[in-house]
């Protein structure tokens, strides 16, 4: 395709979606799954046996990095300073900038990512609800690992809270650990700009940044590696049902409309309006 024919078609995308509307969307949804998240705490004790169970789970399996990595972040403050910065800060900066950046650039895919992103999250919720987890930091010490985050707190702006600012911990549910929504944002991430970013900088951050962030919350203990692969499951199960969905709501609108028209929809509109996405 063309670049005019490229620029035609992102315009007129962009065109259907306002910013004045799709902001206070993209706001109410947050709002809501921060306010949920916080509702559903669950019981601690439930949610450390939980942690215990998913630890020894791996620790059957040979597969629990967990101590390794947090390790080496605890001994050597070049790694665990800027680990703790990065679990603190990047989870909130670029995953709206990617956002921003696909509605400039890229508005033929970004209302089906949005999407894919909305639901994703959403469904998170269910397993924060159903699967309360303690983290590996809040275990009992005997499991042997040290909250960096409460370690290094005097370098950053959070306190013993995870990543909360110092007094605000009780904003923060601290049990939320099953699935990894950081990783399972900074995979959306990755695959928005690899897939989408025309400069070879752009496409090794998105693979570079699902990685590191990964690392980042196995060091940090704030996370299992359990977690991690639930926060990848949780993306692609949300990437299956975004275009349903979507096909479902512009069905609905599209019959909505011609209802207050008073005209009947013609399965043609019908079939252009679910199919107007482009692939991702």
């Known amino acids: 395709m063309s670049t005019s024919a490229t620029a035609i078609r992102t315009a007129a995308h962009r065109d259907r979606l306002r910013w004045w509307t799709e902001l206070p969307l993209l706001a109410v949804v947050y709002a809501f799954y921060s306010g949920i998240r916080l509702l559903i705490r669950g019981e601690v004790g439930d949610a450390v046996r939980n942690g215990v169970g998913i630890l020894h789970a791996e620790q059957l399996a040979h597969l629990d990095p967990e101590h390794w990595f947090n390790r080496l972040f605890s001994n050597h403050a070049l790694l ?9 800060s990047l989870h909130y900066i670029v995953t709206p900038a990617v956002m921003v950046w696909l509605w400039r650039r890229h508005a033929a895919h970004y209302r089906v990512a949005r999407t894919w992103l909305m639901i994703s999250t959403l469904i998170g919720l269910v397993g924060f609800a159903v699967l309360p987890t303690a983290p590996p930091r809040l275990l009992s010490g005997g499991h042997g690992f040290i909250d960096t985050m409460a370690q290094y707190s005097s370098y950053g702006w959070w306190g013993t809270d995870a990543s909360a600012p110092r007094g605000l911990g009780h904003l923060t549910n601290q049990y939320a650990a099953m699935p990894s929504l950081h990783v399972g944002w900074s995979l959306w991430c990755g695959l928005m700009l690899f897939r989408l970013g025309r400069h070879w900088l752009v496409r090794t951050l998105g693979i570079v940044y699902p990685v590191v962030t990964t690392l980042v919350v196995l ?4 996370h299992y590696l359990m ?3 639930a926060g990848v499951m949780l993306m692609g199960i949300g990437f299956a049902l975004a275009k349903p969905a979507l096909r479902i709501t512009d069905a609905l609108s599209v019959r909505r409309h011609a ?9 043609r509109v019908m079939a252009e309006t679910a199919a107007g996405e482009s692939r991702l």
């Open 80 to 88: 665990g300073i800027p680990a703790d910065f990065a679990y603190a």
């Open 219 to 222: 060091g940090t203990a704030n």
């Open 227 to 229: 977690d991690t692969a």
């Open 259 to 267: 209802g207050r028209q008073g005209a009947p929809v013609s399965a």
